[in-house]
């Protein structure tokens, strides 16, 4: 007798966060996506939610997984610890695979550290492809060895195949599966406190970034050379959220939207030829030096109402020793030119970054309050697996307390010490806050639910 085809083969979870902000599980619906189109199907849960926790009994009541993954950051990964042994009660036998940008960093360590039988290195969709096909053959050894991209389990070690190559042609990685989550919990919740309008979605338009910032991880999973996604590939998504879930904000979450001018240019040009009504903006930043006039006057009319730039620093020497290039004297003036345009400015700063005094931490919490930044965030530094700072500082205290990497934690790694990190913290925020303008701005632009945000966010970074 024939036995009955799966629906379903792997299982993919996002650990129960420790970050302040909840934002979609957006690799995983890459992978479910990449799964789809290759034969495989999938379950998308976040343990985020308590109704997707209990869900997991219920897989197993099913055919249950032939595969269970899980997507890491750093701050998340003693949860992932924690559910690599759950999950091994629920499945006995079901093979556990790890990946994110904390494994990306540290490898077999981290695959150990967990207790997994896998761990991806890298950007995931075609390497869990590839695994998932192996297993479904009969898991030899042999086919599991010429996957790149692995770490595998091998007797009571592990072993890092070679390297998988980046995914040059990004428009063939099929758009995210968001049909196979709940939409909704995600659709209406602020992130980062505002929302112009009722329904945002995230979208990914490149990968990469080819700065070489010392403090910055991203490069272990997306590589350090640009590749953007083609416009009318990007908009396909937009269009898709636009009309199919009523999305009408966007957040694009690159590393750098507008690396490549003439690519963001002419996003804005298909967003605005479809006659899609659309706000949109940038909540992980971008270049303030790539901006001009033309582009930003594009970038208004299609829809863009916020911007935020990485400064980090206001002392130039700090930028130099972490090689952010980036010229502070300009800054005011792209600043003034982006608002304008009527474009709303957001700045990022970092305290305690390698070599930081007291006085160069007040240079910059200065520098961000005589801005014309309308919104800012500090946070304090937390050094990354997986950055170039990282290995300096492996062996100091706390370093490896993975969930204390929230930017609310003082890391030993400067010339100021715990209570003097946190201290500096606590000024910045209603030093730069209290500014009535600021204070009226936000009044205006929060509505309960976001205020209830900022509210608890604030409540960590202040206490």
């Avoid at 909704?184 to 992130?191: D, G, I, K």
């Avoid at 009504?277 to 109402?305: F, H």
Wanted: net charge neutral; charged share 25%.
């Amino acid at each position: 007798m024939a036995s009955k085809a799966r629906a379903r083969d792997v299982l993919l979870i996002k650990p129960k966060s420790f970050a302040f902000s909840s934002s979609p599980p957006l690799s995983l619906m890459y992978l479910a996506s990449s799964l789809r189109e290759n034969g495989h199907g999938s379950w998308v849960y976040d343990l985020e939610f308590p109704e997707d926790e209990a869900a997991l009994e219920s897989v197993a009541a099913e055919d249950g997984p032939l595969l269970c993954g899980i997507t890491s950051t750093t701050p998340d990964f003693p949860e992932t610890v924690r559910l690599v042994s759950r999950l091994r009660s629920i499945f006995p036998g079901v093979p556990v695979v790890i990946g994110g940008i904390h494994v990306s960093a540290l490898r077999c360590d981290a695959v150990r550290e967990a207790g997994a039988d896998f761990g991806v290195i890298g950007e995931g969709e075609r390497t869990l492809c590839e695994l998932v096909a192996a297993i479904k053959a009969g898991g030899r050894a042999e086919d599991l060895a010429a996957i790149t991209g692995l770490v595998r389990r091998v007797g009571d070690g592990f072993v890092e195949s070679a390297p998988r190559p980046l995914i040059s042609e990004v428009d063939t990685i099929p758009m995210p599966a968001w049909d196979l989550i709940e939409r909704e919990r995600y659709f209406t919740r602020p992130w980062h406190m505002l929302q112009k309008r009722s329904r945002s979605a995230f979208v990914m338009t490149s990968r990469g970034c080819p700065f070489g910032c010392t403090f910055c991880a991203s490069h272990t999973t997306l590589g350090r050379g640009f590749r953007g996604r083609s416009p009318e590939n990007v908009v396909d998504e937009v269009e898709y959220l636009y009309r199919t879930y009523a999305v009408r904000e966007f957040l694009f979450i690159d590393d750098n939207l507008t690396f490549d001018r003439e690519r963001a240019a002419s996003i804005c040009r298909e967003i605005l030829g479809r006659g899609l009504d659309i706000s949109w903006r940038t909540p992980n930043g971008v270049r303030i030096d790539t901006l001009d006039d033309e582009l930003l006057a594009l970038m208004k009319r299609s829809g863009c109402y916020l911007l935020g730039f990485g400064i980090e620093s206001g002392d130039p020497e700090v930028l130099r020793r972490v090689h952010k290039n980036l010229d502070l004297d300009g800054v005011a003036d792209r600043v003034a030119m982006v608002r304008r345009h009527g474009i709303m400015t957001f700045g990022y700063f970092i305290l305690g970054l390698p070599g930081e005094t007291r006085q160069s931490a007040l240079k910059t919490i200065r520098f961000a309050v005589k801005s014309r930044f309308d919104l800012a965030h500090f946070g304090l530094y937390a050094p990354y697996p997986g950055s170039a700072e990282f290995e300096k500082v492996r062996s100091l205290p706390r370093v490896n307390e993975w969930d204390k990497y929230l930017f609310i934690t003082p890391f030993p790694v400067s010339d100021l010490g715990p209570l003097a990190l946190k201290g500096l913290l606590r000024l910045a925020y209603p030093a730069f806050y209290l500014n009535p303008k600021r204070a009226r701005l936000l009044a205006r632009m929060m509505g309960p639910k976001q205020f209830a945000e900022a509210v608890r966010i604030l409540y960590h970074y202040m206490t």
